[in-house]
């Protein structure tokens, strides 16, 4: 079965509709995320974008089709610029867009636009048929190569008023930004479980390798933790832009931190076999690695030190 047929029969058994953020369920939400990384991170990143994009509609007061795999492609380079042209109700999008995960399968993409302004459009891909060019190309990695991530080039692709999703830099700046954000982090954290899972199931019992698997189990015992409390935090202050923020940003710095331990112990306790002989482990041992990239190391934590800066030092 192919990916897009597994993210499908998940959408059709109800596996995707989740708690929304502070919504009162979020861990519940975190966990769902979890066990789908656990399951397949290919599968998880298409799954955590779809949902992504659910509780985004919601936000602003939109229905989402529900016969419609949605994704959000919201990553913005310097050198690949999409704008929004036009004056209503003659508006259309031109330029490129990077990191489109999903492109040629999902149904439905909420993309930002930067220029002129901060934006939030509903695509319809297949009304777009024809104005859009795909090209899978420059993703040269095996890592991940099942969810079709391309650059998209969209050419005149005309965008009703309607189709504008809330107040110019609405997206940014609303609650649900940075509680959407925990949904990469439940992946990462599950991916990294299914490596746990495998050394469990291993008979080596030296001493190195027990010490390296009592690490694993403690890391990963730390992530589930990690993501129900940042679940029930949300859920106390589901409002509070600037408290989400540090929640996000914390959460994603030790979960990204305790990622790359496990690869890290994992490769020293187990070596290159399972890496090299043992597909499934060896693809999610690379997809983990590049997943984990979304969070932007330092530049992350100087935004979580400034808002923990901010919050104990308030303007007066």
Not at 92 to 110: H, M, T
Not at 290 to 303: F, T
């Amino acid at each position: 079965m192919t990916l897009e047929n597994r993210l499908r029969q998940l959408q059709r058994d109800g596996k995707l509709d989740l708690p929304f953020p502070g919504s009162g369920e979020t861990p519940v939400r975190h966990r769902c995320l979890f066990d789908l990384g656990r399951l397949d991170l290919s599968l998880a990143r298409l799954a955590e974008a779809h949902v992504d994009a659910l509780a985004i509609l919601a936000e602003a007061g939109r229905r989402a089709d529900p016969d419609a795999l949605y994704g959000v492609w919201a990553s913005e380079t310097p050198d690949q610029t999409l704008r929004l042209n036009g004056l209503p109700p003659r508006l259309e999008l031109n330029g490129n867009k990077v990191f489109c995960s999903g492109a040629g399968l999902l149904d439905r993409a909420l993309v930002t636009v930067s220029v002129p302004e901060q934006t939030l459009i509903d695509v319809n891909l297949h009304a777009s048929t024809g104005a859009l060019v795909v090209d899978g190309s420059g993703w040269i990695v095996s890592a991940f190569s099942e969810t079709q991530t391309a650059t998209v080039t969209f050419s005149r692709v005309p965008v009703d008023e309607n189709d504008i999703i809330g107040e110019t830099g609405w997206y940014l700046n609303r609650p649900g930004f940075w509680q959407g954000a925990c949904g990469p982090a439940s992946c990462w954290a599950g991916g990294a479980a299914g490596l746990v899972d495998y050394a469990r199931a291993q008979s080596r019992n030296d001493s190195h390798t027990l010490a390296h698997l009592g690490a694993l189990h403690a890391d990963a015992w730390g992530m589930g933790a990690y993501l129900d409390l940042a679940g029930k935090e949300i859920d106390e202050n589901p409002d509070d832009v600037a408290n989400a923020g540090i929640i996000a940003l914390t959460l994603r710095h030790l979960v990204e931190q305790t990622c790359t331990d496990i690869l890290k112990r994992f490769a020293r306790a187990y070596g290159p076999r399972p890496l090299t002989f043992d597909h499934n482990i060896s693809r999610r041992y690379q997809e983990l690695d590049l997943y984990i990239r979304q969070c932007h190391g330092e530049r992350d934590l100087e935004a979580l030190g400034r808002g923990v800066y901010r919050q104990t030092n308030p303007v007066t």
